[in-house]
């Protein structure tokens, strides 16, 4: 009873804040004003300056509410990500081969490409609408991977837009198959993550750790590469009825 009124307190704090801050949280649940509380350790001024900036962002950004196939052309051709449909805990697998991945010469579409992917991962575990926590589930295979495809300013990015615009929004990230010259890499990454961030991700490197990792993800909906029975879904050819909607 006393952690449900701490959260009704720091609810209302919060809308307060934003209000003070010249926005407004009218059109949004409960739910996602949690994520951002929960982000700032449920300080209700921090987490309001945070909620307010990712308004801002996503207005310009994102002016369509999401960004269409067409938008990154470029990040799209390889076919390097995949969505794979909802694990074991019924959240949203999103895979991706580094290996298929060079260093954008178009920054912004790889923004944009960021942007594309996460919007879509989290819309595919919609259940008719959004609730406003739901999480996903990423793997980064690291597998044949030579220097031609890291992409620190890339992978620093993408960790940056999930901590500032999408917060308590991954699950877990498991990383599989990281050869030796990548581990000074994922340190020099690794120092611009939260503790928070850092604390979801799992670095796969024995048989047993791959065992718990199938077991977790559920071999339904883990690609066989991994050790489970589904084929790569490419996250183009999964179309989503609400984002096409969103585009008329």
Known sequence: ??????????LTQMR???QKLGSSTGKYGDPT???????????????????????????????????????????????????????????PLLVIQVRKHFPSKDPLQFKKFVVHLLDKTI?????GSEVGNEKLTAILDLR???????????????????????PERLAK???????????SVWRMVSRC??????????????EEEMENFVKDI??????????GRAKLVAVQDVTLPQLEDASR
């Open 1 to 10: 009873m006393e952690k449900e009124n701490h959260r009704e307190i720091a």
């Open 16 to 18: 307060n804040s934003v």
């Open 33 to 91: 004003l949690m994520r951002f509380l929960i982000a700032r350790s449920m300080d209700s001024e921090k987490a309001a300056r945070m909620f307010v900036q990712w308004q801002k962002w996503r207005a310009t950004m994102v002016p369509n509410g999401f960004i269409a196939d067409s938008e990154v052309p470029d990040e799209l051709e390889p076919r390097k990500i995949f969505l794979q449909g909802l694990t074991k805990d019924g959240l």
């Open 123 to 127: 819309a595919s575990s919609f259940r």
């Open 144 to 166: 044949q991977i030579s220097y031609k495809n890291v992409d620190v300013r890339g992978m620093i990015t993408g960790f940056q837009f999930l901590q500032a615009y999408y």
């Open 173 to 183: 990230l498991y990383i599989l198959h990281m050869p030796g010259f990548f581990v």
């Open 193 to 206: 993550l939260e503790r928070a961030t850092l604390e979801k991700i799992v670095i796969v490197t024995n």
């Open 218 to 227: 559920g071999e339904e909906v883990l690609p066989e590469e991994y050790g």
